[in-house]
């Protein structure tokens, strides 16, 4: 009818929700990522963990926390050490991965079967959360007899947490300190403890195995 009010339409956007601020990609990982990126300058591979690409800055030696323990007093106070599990993960310089085969046979480890390995050139490992504040674990060892408990919830932790700002290359084992100061820890001298510690490992869990499972040599 003429004259008649037309039907109020209400704009479909006034019941749309204003346009939400995209949320980070990987939330609360997003800023241990940039803080890996930006505050140290490591490598990582986004994902969920997050990971550290190994081979560029630095090679990993992977050990368990038990036999770890004793060769803390062969690195550098700020060579970095990360927990995961009841795995110790010492950092040593870029390239020894390659060389700790040759190392074992050198110092005659080689034949027997050790429970350490390395990490080198193309590998990955989860990266430890971001120290909060002093980071309590900052310059700790772990207590003998409870080895690897820092680490026992699963999550890759920090022992001993990397410094940002400082050059991470200065304090990592290496081949090339063989005869060097205090500021230059030894690759040698760390891998033979640690070969040394794995032994006895595993040698006191054969002990404590049934008599029948030695003989086995399980």
Do not use: K
């Amino acid at each position: 009818m003429f004259g008649a009010p037309h039907p109020v339409i209400a704009s479909a956007s006034r019941f749309l929700p204003l346009p939400r601020r995209p949320l980070d990609a990987a939330g609360a990982s997003g800023q241990v990522r940039r803080w890996y990126e930006n505050e140290l300058g490591w490598p990582t591979v986004p994902g969920d963990p997050l990971r550290l690409a190994v081979g560029v800055r630095y090679d990993v030696l992977d050990v368990p926390a038990e036999a770890g323990h004793a060769a803390l007093r062969r690195l550098a106070p700020g060579s970095p050490v990360a927990l995961h599990g009841d795995r110790m993960l010492l950092l040593m310089a870029a390239g020894s991965a390659e060389e700790l085969p040759g190392l074992l046979e050198w110092l005659d480890w080689g034949s027997l079967p050790l429970d350490l390995g390395a990490i080198g050139a193309g590998g990955l490992m989860e990266a430890p959360s971001r120290p909060e504040g002093d980071a309590p674990l900052r310059g700790a060892s772990l207590p003998p007899g409870r080895p690897g408990r820092a680490g026992s919830q699963g999550a890759a932790v920090w022992l001993r947490p990397p410094e940002p700002g400082c050059e991470v290359e200065a304090s990592l084992p290496t081949l090339s300190a063989l005869g060097g100061g205090r500021n230059a820890p030894d690759l040698v001298r760390l891998v033979h403890t640690v070969a040394t510690q794995c032994h006895r490992v595993r040698l006191r869990r054969a002990g404590a195995q049934p008599p029948a499972l030695r003989a086995q040599g399980r």
